[in-house]
């Protein structure tokens, strides 16, 4: 089971003339199929493809971790000019999604398309809820149980339903699973599940017990000093072969991560990045 991951979008870039962006994109190729997972928040994925020699048009679907401006923001655009595609995600990313920051101050943080743009561009919206073969040892996770106590969803989020806000646990949040011989591989978006539980929840569902790779943000950038501490007491336990993390890390996460599991295991992606399992 040949896969090969390519960072198209990241919050940042090693060289020119690649762009940095907040937000997350990779081509998963895997077995033939060729599937562009999230698209970063504006045009960086465009850009990017370019420079790397990735040809956008050879994409057969979207699958969408969540929906947050920055892993949807390029959805219509690539509709636009590569045509209809399928596009696989939770049914709850068109939620009115916003983010309470310090000061009082809220943002729309919601995804950057609705399902009739997105049909009127030719694409088909198929809700995936929960644990789904997608391809032959290809899934989707669906909903991801949040079981552990210290995980959380890294932030004050919130959505808005009839005039009225209510705190957003991103049930939305979805991780692709490659059921590869050495061990499964999971991407994440923004592991707003939290890492563990997302985990957990794949080894459950696919009954492995190894996993290969974990790739993706993580949001253990807002994490607390315990969280922090405890998702890397429970990594330890999993004997995964390459954490690959980036966007909503955080350096210090990123950092800690490195120092207590190893350099051999643990990498930081940015735009162009590219792991061969
Ligand atoms: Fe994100
Ligand atoms: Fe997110």
Redesign the pocket.
């Known amino acids: 089971m040949n896969t090969v991951i390519k960072v198209l979008v990241e919050n940042t870039t090693p060289r020119s003339p690649l762009l940095g962006e907040y ?2 994109s990779a081509q998963v190729l895997v077995d033939g199929h060729n599937i562009l997972f999230d698209t970063g928040s504006h045009a960086a994925l465009f850009s990017n493809s370019r420079a790397l020699g990735v040809d956008l048009s050879q994409v057969q679907d979207l699958f969408i971790s969540h929906g ?1 401006y ?2 949807t923001g390029a959805v219509l655009p690539f509709l636009q000019q590569y045509g209809g595609r399928n596009i696989y995600a939770h049914s709850g990313i068109f939620a009115h999604r916003l983010v309470n920051l310090p000061g009082g101050k809220q943002v729309d943080i919601g995804c950057r398309f609705t399902r009739d743009e997105a049909i009127k561009m030719g694409a088909q919206v198929i809700p995936i809820d929960s644990f789904s073969e997608i391809y032959s040892g290809i899934y989707l996770t669906g909903e991801i149980p949040r079981l552990t106590e210290y995980e959380d969803v890294g932030g004050n989020f919130v959505y808005e339903k009839d005039g009225k806000l209510y705190q957003d646990s991103l049930p939305d949040d979805i991780a692709l699973v490659i059921d590869h011989p050495e061990g499964l591989i999971i991407l994440s ?2 592991s707003h599940s939290g890492m563990i539980n997302t985990l957990d929840y794949c080894l459950k569902q696919t009954g492995r017990t190894r996993v290969l790779a974990y790739m993706g ?1 993580t949001h253990l950038m807002t994490a607390s000093p315990l969280r922090l501490e405890k998702t890397i007491e429970a990594l330890k336990i999993y004997e995964i072969q390459k954490i690959i993390v980036g ?2 890390t955080g350096f210090y996460a990123a950092a800690e991560l490195y120092n207590q599991l190893g350099g051999q295991r643990v990498f930081k992606m940015d735009v162009g990045s590219s792991f061969s399992f």
């Open positions: 937000g997350f947050h920055d892993h978006g923004c943000g966007h909503c």
